[in-house]
């Protein structure tokens, strides 16, 4: 082979390398063909999955932590699907594992409420069973779509602004400015966040003025711009920070860490994590963290894997189920630094192994600490 | 022939004056050009700040001048780079991967809430050798096995990622514990933001490898003609690649600094910097041809676009009208800018 030869195969090599990585980002199959059935299906047909919208924030983790311990328990292989943030991603690659031809019991949590219905609809052609969780378009029911659509699930936005509010609200003795991080704008999971916030401070705490709000997509960096922004805007006429999730709020404190003024301004967000918990017992700034919303990503996966894994082994039929077991809001609990101690119980190594077996004795709703506490159609804003 | 006609033509002594009349006022136009441009974006650049001072007068305080300068620095250091890339006529997509990588290097080998090892200096020189590696490993597979930049870099702001996430792992967000570092990137030195002189001296070293030494006189060649180059026996190849290392280990640098900045450890460190870096390096006028540019014109890029985001906030914007109020802004900033240059602006198909 002569040398010139020898280098154009190299390179074609190359080229055939850099290729298939790039395909291999977005390998799109046909759904399978097999029509939606409802019968009862053998569990050692059976394969759990786990969707979740990035591995990076530490509440995909928990969800993956969840379905790990659901699927060591249930004795059932797991695939975890890495959406990369990307709804084109995250239907890809959902649609390949289903071409694979095993029935799939599945939890979503989606990137965008757009694409429950596709996800809906190729679970559906293969057979399985799936529950959506935090995003779907509000008109797209569960009951409408057949039994394949097994659920879906989320803890209330309303409740866990409301509770962050009244944080804030009695820890600044009702007044006092306050400055808002949503997180992506057309986000229904950060607006019910915000609606609920915005409700508890107009109706309770009129002496509260909200300065602005500055959406931070969900992005702790972003959030921390924002809030050294608003630091130039507002100085020390800032007296509390609400973040629509526990990243963003992160980014926030260190915003007024570094311009001196954490000691004077009180924080509250939903998530309660881990690293939060640090940072509340510490009493970090003055105790700058007064309210939290308490809810676990590995809880959310079990349950959403749980109620599906019960529909495709026909222990639940989903279509005779009340309207609040297929759209269902789960408790949030809301948490104050006096009662931090209580939750600590959640985040040791064995909590998500705990947590299942007890869901697999009570059943899906009525799991402490999350359980049913209402649903059966879209969430209901506070009026303006 | 025609060499011979032309020959005989200047030996019967024919008058050029007309000629070098013509190309002394194309010198002096091309002069006055380079001048105009960034003078037209200075003049931009001034008239937001008169604006945005007027509605908020909050704007024009020392505080919110220290503010926008810290914002800046980290695009700043990761432009110097981009701005060399695009001179030699490539693109460099991998900066936020860059970023990740080398900041999660850094955090989980110093002083951090995950315990571990705390190895000082060496972190630094570890991660930034994260960022030289993956910086190499883009200019030997775009120069050796010319892919184009665009997709080699595309692929490494992928591994970047990757390497950060696996780093990352399933463990706590690594907090930053070195009391020193903690907060030190906004701490005001000498009237200016830490991360800024940072990005001053790097953009002083900028300024001096593109003017005064080979790698930046013959990135410029590159992008006027490799062909040319190479028949000169220039080192066309070694350069690129050196050009490439620099630029990932600036853009490190930017993510070490980024981590630092929020305190904490995360795989999207650099996250929205490419949409600042890569437009701040247009806007400047740097052609994306390569070969025409400089880093002080992209200085003033990422200031007009720093200047614009921090002045949307202040003046009060409704955050649902933001994105589209600072796109039209940028495209009349660009129109004006670029005004002396409309004719000839390479990318104008």
Same mark, same amino acid.
């Given at each position: 082979?002569?040398?010139? $030869?020898?280098?154009?195969?190299?390179?074609? &090599?190359?080229?055939?390398?850099?290729?298939?990585?790039?395909? =291999?980002?977005?390998?799109?199959?046909?759904?399978?063909?097999? =029509?939606?059935?409802?019968?009862?299906?053998?569990?050692?047909?059976?394969?759990?999955?786990?969707?979740?919208? $990035?591995?990076?924030?530490?509440?995909?983790?928990?969800?993956?932590?969840?379905?790990? &311990?659901?699927?060591?328990?249930?004795?059932?292989?797991?695939?975890?699907?890495?959406?990369?943030?990307?709804?084109?991603?995250?239907?890809?690659?959902?649609?390949?594992?289903?071409?694979?031809?095993?029935?799939?019991?599945?939890?979503?949590?989606?990137?965008?409420?757009?694409?429950?219905?596709?996800?809906?609809?190729?679970?559906?052609?293969?057979?399985?069973?799936?529950?959506?969780?935090? $995003?779907?378009?509000?008109?797209?029911?569960?009951?409408?779509?057949?039994?394949?659509?097994?659920?879906?699930?989320?803890?209330?936005?309303?409740?866990?602004?409301?509770?962050? &509010?009244?944080?804030?609200?009695?820890?600044?003795?009702?007044?006092?400015?306050?400055?808002?991080?949503?997180?992506?704008?057309?986000?229904?999971?950060?607006?019910?966040?915000?609606?609920?916030?915005?409700?508890?401070?107009?109706?309770?705490?009129?002496?509260?003025?909200?300065?602005?709000?500055?959406?931070?997509?969900?992005?702790?960096?972003?959030?921390?711009?924002?809030?050294?922004?608003?630091?130039?805007?507002?100085?020390?006429?800032? $007296?509390?920070?609400?973040?629509?999730?526990?990243?963003?709020?992160?980014?926030?404190?260190?915003?007024?860490?570094?311009?001196?003024?954490?000691?004077?301004?009180?924080?509250?967000?939903?998530?309660?994590?881990?690293?939060?918990?640090?940072?509340?017992?510490?009493?970090?700034?003055?105790?700058?963290?007064?309210?939290?919303?308490?809810?676990?990503?590995?809880?959310?996966?079990?349950?959403?894997?749980?109620?599906?894994?019960?529909?495709?082994?026909?222990?639940?039929?989903?279509?005779?189920?009340?309207?609040?077991?297929?759209?269902?809001?789960?408790?949030?609990?809301?948490?104050?630094?006096?009662?931090?101690?209580?939750?600590?119980?959640?985040?040791?190594?064995?909590?998500?192994?705990?947590?299942?077996?007890?869901?697999?004795?009570?059943?899906?709703?009525?799991?402490?600490?999350?359980?049913?506490?209402?649903?059966?159609?879209?969430?209901?804003?506070?009026?303006? | 022939?025609? @060499?011979?006609?032309?020959?005989?033509?200047?030996?019967?002594?024919?008058?050029?004056?007309?000629?070098?009349?013509?190309?002394?006022?194309?010198?002096?136009?091309?002069?006055?050009?380079?001048?105009?441009?960034?003078?037209?974006?200075?003049?931009?650049?001034?008239?937001?700040?008169?604006?945005?001072?007027?509605?908020?007068?909050?704007?024009?305080?020392?505080?919110?001048?220290?503010?926008?300068?810290?914002?800046?620095?980290?695009?700043?250091?990761?432009?110097?780079?981009?701005?060399?890339? #695009?001179?030699?006529?490539?693109?460099?997509?991998?900066?936020?991967?860059?970023?990740?990588?080398?900041?999660?290097?850094?955090?989980?080998?110093?002083?951090?809430? !995950?315990?571990?090892?705390?190895?000082?200096?060496?972190?630094?020189?570890?991660?930034?050798?994260?960022?030289?590696?993956?910086?190499?490993?883009?200019?030997?597979?775009?120069?050796?096995?010319?892919?184009?930049?665009?997709?080699?870099?595309?692929?490494?702001?992928?591994?970047?990622?990757?390497?950060?996430?696996?780093?990352?792992?399933?463990?706590?967000?690594? !907090?930053?514990?070195?009391?020193?570092?903690?907060?030190?990137?906004?701490?005001?030195?000498?009237?200016?933001?830490?991360?800024?002189?940072?990005?001053?001296?790097?953009?002083?070293?900028?300024?001096?490898?593109?003017?005064?030494?080979?790698?930046?006189?013959?990135?410029?060649?590159?992008?006027?003609?490799?062909?040319?180059?190479?028949?000169?026996?220039?080192?066309?190849?070694?350069?690129?690649?050196?050009?490439?290392?620099?630029?990932?280990?600036?853009?490190?640098?930017?993510?070490?600094?980024?981590?630092?900045?929020?305190?904490?450890?995360?795989?999207?460190?650099?996250?929205?910097?490419?949409?600042?870096?890569?437009?701040?390096?247009?806007?400047?006028?740097? @052609?994306?041809?390569?070969?025409?540019?400089? #880093?002080?014109?992209?200085?003033?890029?990422?200031?007009?676009?720093?200047?614009?985001?921090?002045?949307?906030?202040?003046?009060?914007?409704?955050?649902?009208?933001?994105?589209?109020?600072?796109?039209?802004?940028?495209?009349?900033?660009?129109?004006?800018?670029?005004?002396?240059? !409309?004719?000839?602006?390479?990318?104008?198909?």
């Amino acid at each position: 082979m002569s040398l010139k $030869n020898k280098r154009s195969v190299f390179r074609l &090599a190359a080229f055939a390398a850099v290729a298939t990585l790039a395909l =291999a980002g977005c390998t799109s199959t046909a759904g399978g063909v097999a =029509a939606g059935s409802t019968g009862p299906i053998a569990k050692e047909d059976l394969v759990l999955v786990a969707s979740v919208i $990035n591995t990076t924030n530490p509440y995909f983790i928990a969800n993956i932590e969840g379905a790990k &311990a659901l699927s060591k328990k249930l004795d059932i292989p797991l695939e975890i699907i890495d959406s990369q943030g990307s709804s084109q991603t995250e239907i890809s690659k959902i649609q390949a594992i289903l071409a694979q031809g095993k029935k799939v019991v599945m939890f979503v949590n989606t990137v965008a409420s757009s694409d429950t219905p596709t996800i809906v609809d190729a679970v559906k052609r293969a057979g399985g069973y799936v529950s959506i969780w935090w $995003n779907k378009p509000d008109n797209f029911e569960p009951w409408d779509s057949g039994d394949n659509f097994v659920a879906f699930q989320k803890h209330p936005g309303v409740d866990s602004g409301r509770c962050n &509010a009244k944080a804030i609200g009695d820890a600044l003795g009702g007044k006092g400015n306050v400055i808002m991080f949503p997180g992506v704008q057309d986000s229904t999971t950060s607006q019910t966040r915000v609606a609920g916030f915005e409700a508890e401070m107009r109706e309770n705490y009129p002496g509260i003025k909200i300065l602005e709000n500055q959406p931070s997509n969900w992005d702790p960096q972003l959030a921390n711009q924002n809030a050294k922004d608003l630091i130039a805007k507002y100085g020390d006429e800032i $007296n509390g920070v609400w973040s629509a999730d526990d990243g963003m709020q992160l980014g926030a404190i260190q915003a007024f860490d570094d311009a001196g003024l954490l000691d004077k301004v009180k924080f509250a967000s939903d998530g309660l994590y881990p690293d939060t918990v640090e940072l509340m017992k510490k009493g970090y700034g003055n105790n700058a963290i007064v309210g939290e919303t308490f809810h676990r990503g590995y809880m959310a996966s079990a349950i959403g894997l749980y109620t599906a894994y019960l529909a495709a082994t026909g222990e639940i039929v989903p279509s005779e189920l009340p309207k609040e077991k297929r759209t269902s809001f789960f408790d949030i609990k809301c948490v104050t630094p006096d009662t931090l101690d209580e939750y600590l119980k959640y985040d040791t190594p064995t909590a998500a192994a705990d947590f299942v077996d007890k869901l697999v004795e009570t059943g899906p709703w009525d799991t402490e600490p999350a359980t049913l506490i209402g649903g059966g159609g879209p969430e209901v804003l506070p009026k303006p | 022939m025609v @060499h011979n006609a032309l020959s005989k033509q200047s030996a019967v002594g024919i008058d050029t004056t007309a000629i070098r009349i013509r190309e002394s006022v194309i010198e002096r136009r091309a002069r006055f050009r380079g001048l105009a441009e960034p003078l037209s974006l200075l003049m931009a650049l001034a008239v937001l700040i008169v604006v945005f001072s007027l509605l908020n007068e909050r704007f024009l305080t020392t505080s919110n001048f220290q503010n926008v300068l810290t914002q800046s620095a980290i695009p700043l250091i990761v432009a110097v780079g981009a701005t060399l890339v #695009i001179l030699l006529g490539s693109i460099d997509l991998s900066v936020e991967g860059v970023m990740g990588a080398t900041g999660m290097t850094w955090i989980l080998l110093s002083a951090n809430s !995950r315990g571990g090892v705390d190895l000082g200096p060496w972190a630094w020189v570890i991660a930034l050798g994260v960022a030289l590696v993956l910086g190499v490993a883009s200019g030997l597979i775009f120069t050796a096995l010319k892919v184009p930049s665009f997709i080699v870099t595309l692929g490494m702001w992928y591994v970047g990622l990757g390497i950060a996430t696996m780093l990352y792992g399933t463990d706590l967000l690594p !907090r930053l514990e070195d009391e020193g570092l903690k907060g030190w990137t906004s701490r005001i030195s000498f009237g200016l933001p830490n991360s800024f002189w940072v990005a001053l001296l790097v953009i002083g070293l900028g300024i001096l490898v593109l003017r005064s030494t080979r790698i930046g006189r013959v990135t410029l060649a590159i992008g006027n003609s490799e062909t040319i180059v190479r028949s000169a026996g220039l080192p066309a190849f070694r350069v690129k690649v050196a050009v490439f290392a620099i630029a990932a280990l600036l853009s490190g640098l930017g993510g070490i600094l980024a981590t630092v900045q929020l305190d904490i450890g995360s795989p999207t460190v650099g996250s929205g910097v490419l949409f600042i870096v890569i437009p701040a390096v247009v806007i400047g006028g740097t @052609h994306l041809g390569g070969g025409k540019g400089g #880093i002080l014109r992209t200085v003033l890029g990422v200031f007009l676009l720093t200047i614009l985001n921090n002045g949307l906030i202040l003046s009060g914007v409704e955050s649902s009208y933001q994105s589209a109020v600072t796109g039209a802004i940028l495209v009349a900033a660009i129109v004006f800018a670029a005004w002396s240059q !409309r004719d000839r602006l390479r990318v104008a198909k």
